[in-house]
């Protein structure tokens, strides 16, 4: 509880030294004024030569000043008062800073348990291995699958390649050369493109294929 109202007790403090120090220094202006007035009242008491009024003035004068000179110590203890009170409130605002502080790594060491956080590294390890594995023995398949595909799709290529040329061969100078996607040569095709097998198999070994 003192820690709470100690600010604004503080603040009220300092308020309070401003307004003494603001006091003091009307004191002094007054003193400073009633000084100059003696010293007028001493050159008179001089000039007409009464001595015994210029000693009493000089006696006046004498503790006026010194009055004068008390408002100025008192005047720089107000000062240094009102610095330590600033530094006592700078202190109290990073000490709490720092309790703050602490309650939050407190909190924030409560919930960031070493063990769980370790084994959750651990477990997320783990998993992240499993899962680069599987997508690897997946890689490996669909490549495996579209490997295949692709060496069918080539052979396809050559038969098709084959008949073409057979077709052409056969045909001679046709304006289009029948080819694997349209068939081979129906019934209905003219003598003059009937083959036979004895033709095609003698086709094929010229072209390297067995």
Not at 38 to 56: D, F, Q, R, S
Not at 125 to 132: F, L, S, T, V
């Amino acid at each position: 509880t003192i820690n709470i109202f100690l600010p604004d007790i503080i603040k009220e403090q300092n308020r309070e030294l401003r307004g003494t120090q603001r006091a003091i220094t009307r004191d002094r202006a007054a003193l400073e004024k009633q000084e100059k007035q003696l010293e007028l009242e001493i050159k008179k008491m001089a000039k007409t030569g009464n001595k015994e009024a210029c000693k009493v003035l000089a006696k006046q004068l004498v503790q006026l000043r010194k009055q004068k000179n008390r408002t100025y110590a008192v005047s720089s203890k107000v000062t240094s008062m009102s610095t330590q009170t600033k530094v006592m409130n700078s202190q109290m605002k990073m000490a709490g800073a720092m309790s703050t502080t602490a309650k939050t790594m407190q909190a924030v060491n409560k919930k960031m348990d070493p063990q769980k956080t370790l084994q959750t590294m651990q477990n997320f390890q783990k998993e992240n291995m499993k899962m680069e594995m599987t997508e690897e023995m997946i890689n490996d398949t669909l490549d495996d699958i579209f490997d295949a595909s692709d060496e069918e799709e080539e052979s396809q290529d050559i038969v098709n390649q084959v008949l073409d040329e057979i077709g052409i061969e056969i045909s001679g100078k046709m304006a289009k050369a029948p080819s694997a996607a349209r068939g081979l040569p129906s019934a209905s095709t003219s003598k003059a493109t009937t083959i036979s097998d004895e033709e095609i198999e003698r086709q094929l070994k010229a072209l390297g294929v067995d």
